[in-house]
């Protein structure tokens, strides 16, 4: 259905991150859009959860953000840096692509990030405002003056 609905919006690739789900969601939008396979990319994956399991959980994690507060996780990322990475990569595909429309299937904490920083929120504030709970799709425009 999300294919079907970005038909003629001009989508130029499909990119996703490397989990399964994500590819097969992907893989589903392409073959809507008669595109090629998605292109699979580490910067949309979900921040790495590092080697303490109590500090990297959901949970623990999601009471940290309500309080404003993103530590990283020893040997993992915070919702900064996995904000960090994704936009880097966005920034990228905004000149690959200038002038055309690209999907991205992503994870929620992904997603809530880049929203949140569209809408000129800060990342962790705003991610509440902006988390989809269950897949959801958004349309983020760019232009000249940002996103």
Same mark, same amino acid.
């Given at each position: 259905?999300?294919?079907?609905?970005?038909?003629?919006?001009?989508?130029?690739?499909?990119?996703?991150?490397?989990?399964? &789900? $994500?590819?097969?969601?992907?893989? %589903?939008?392409? =073959?809507?859009?008669?595109l090629? #396979?998605?292109? @699979?990319?580490?910067?949309?994956?979900?921040?790495?959860?590092?080697?303490?399991?109590?500090?990297?959980?959901g949970?623990?994690?999601?009471?940290?953000?309500?309080?404003?507060?993103d530590?990283?996780?020893?040997?993992g990322?915070?919702?900064?840096?996995?904000?960090? &990475? $994704?936009?880097?990569?966005?920034? %990228?595909?905004e =000149?690959?692509?200038a002038?055309? #429309?690209?999907? @991205?299937?992503?994870?929620?904490?992904?997603?809530?990030?880049?929203?949140?920083?569209?809408?000129?929120?800060?990342?962790?504030?705003?991610?509440?405002?902006?988390?989809?709970?269950?897949?959801s799709?958004?349309?983020?425009?760019?232009?000249?003056?940002?996103?």
């Open positions: 259905q999300v294919g079907a609905s970005l038909r003629g919006k001009g989508i130029a690739a499909v990119y996703c991150s490397p989990a399964r &789900r $994500a590819r097969q969601t992907a893989e %589903a939008i392409a =073959k809507a859009l008669g090629e #396979a998605p292109i @699979v990319d580490e910067a949309f994956r979900t921040p790495d959860k590092g080697s303490d399991p109590a500090a990297s959980s949970p623990a994690r999601m009471r940290n953000w309500k309080t404003g507060k530590p990283q996780p020893a040997g990322e915070s919702l900064h840096d996995g904000f960090a &990475r $994704a936009s880097a990569k966005i920034g %990228a595909l =000149k690959q692509y002038g055309k #429309a690209v999907a @991205v299937v992503t994870h929620g904490e992904i997603a809530a990030s880049l929203l949140a920083d569209a809408a000129g929120e800060d990342v962790v504030k705003g991610y509440f405002d902006h988390f989809p709970n269950e897949g799709v958004h349309e983020l425009g760019v232009s000249g003056t940002g996103r």
